[in-house]
T-cell receptor, first 110, second 114 residues
Framework: DAKTTQPNSMESNEEEPVHLPCNHSTISGTDYIHWYRQLPSQGPEYVIHGLTSNVNNRMASLAIAEDRKSSTLILHRATLRDAAVYYCILRDDAGNMLTFGGGTRLMVKP | DAGVIQSPRHEVTEMGQEVTLRCKPISGHDYLFWYRQTMMRGLELLIYFNNNVPIDDSGMPEDRFSAKMPNASFSTLKIQPSEPRDSAVYFC????????????FGSGTRLTVV
């Protein structure tokens, strides 16, 4: 399986944008880029996914590099409730399983 | 929609006892997954089902673990006998194929084996 690399932790100030990076240099053409987050004491929660084009939804935006070897999850205005572990995961179009790595622990300061 | 429902939320048991964790997936989802989360190993996929049939159980740690899905609305994960190293949070998740909207996870069962 193609792997992803994320920083262990990041800090942000409340109400500022946050850019969470993910490197996936061995990504294949059929791999989708998925992002999940896990709030304290909760199960992981789907955030967004994409293949080649940038994606937006009510939670976040996903910016995908032109060569697809990296991507960035963008939270436009961080709140204290966004403090969580964010996982970047590659999922093959034909695959059914999600393999979680270590993720990035995002801390949001008031 | 109540989401994925897991029970119990917390379970404390003595070593050697049988433990059964339960999961009710979202109605209409035809995939169900069991994950385990520990500080040391993070989130690990144990087994997943498609249309109630186990597809991949390669993540099940050993024969003490078993999972069943007797119908589309219910699954169990059983540990017999339980050991202290089984202490973890166990999550159940469900999705539609090909899971374009992603998985929906339950709130988990925190298992402590003493």
């Amino acid at each position: 399986d193609a792997k992803t690399t994320q920083p262990n932790s990041m800090e942000s100030n409340e109400e500022e944008p946050v850019h969470l990076p993910c490197n996936h240099s061995t990504i294949s053409g059929t791999d989708y880029i998925h992002w999940y987050r896990q709030l304290p004491s909760q199960g992981p929660e789907y955030v967004i996914h994409g293949l080649t084009s940038n994606v937006n939804n009510r939670m976040a935006s996903l910016a995908i590099a032109e060569d697809r070897k990296s991507s960035t999850l963008i939270l436009h205005r961080a709140t204290l409730r966004d403090a969580a572990v964010y996982y970047c995961i590659l999922r093959d179009d034909a695959g059914n399983m999600l393999t979680f790595g270590g993720g990035t622990r995002l801390m949001v300061k008031p | 929609d109540a989401g994925v429902i897991q029970s119990p939320r917390h379970e404390v048991t003595e070593m050697g006892q049988e433990v059964t964790l339960r999961c009710k997936p979202i109605s209409g989802h035809d995939y169900l997954f069991w994950y385990r989360q520990t500080m040391m190993r993070g989130l690990e996929l144990l087994i997943y089902f498609n249309n109630n049939v186990p597809i991949d159980d390669s993540g099940m740690p050993e024969d003490r673990f078993s999972a069943k899905m007797p119908n589309a609305s219910f699954s169990t994960l059983k540990i017999q006998p339980s050991e202290p190293r089984d202490s973890a949070v166990y999550f159940c998740a469900s999705s539609l194929f090909p899971g374009v909207r992603g998985y929906t996870f339950g709130s988990g069962t925190r298992l402590t084996v003493v």
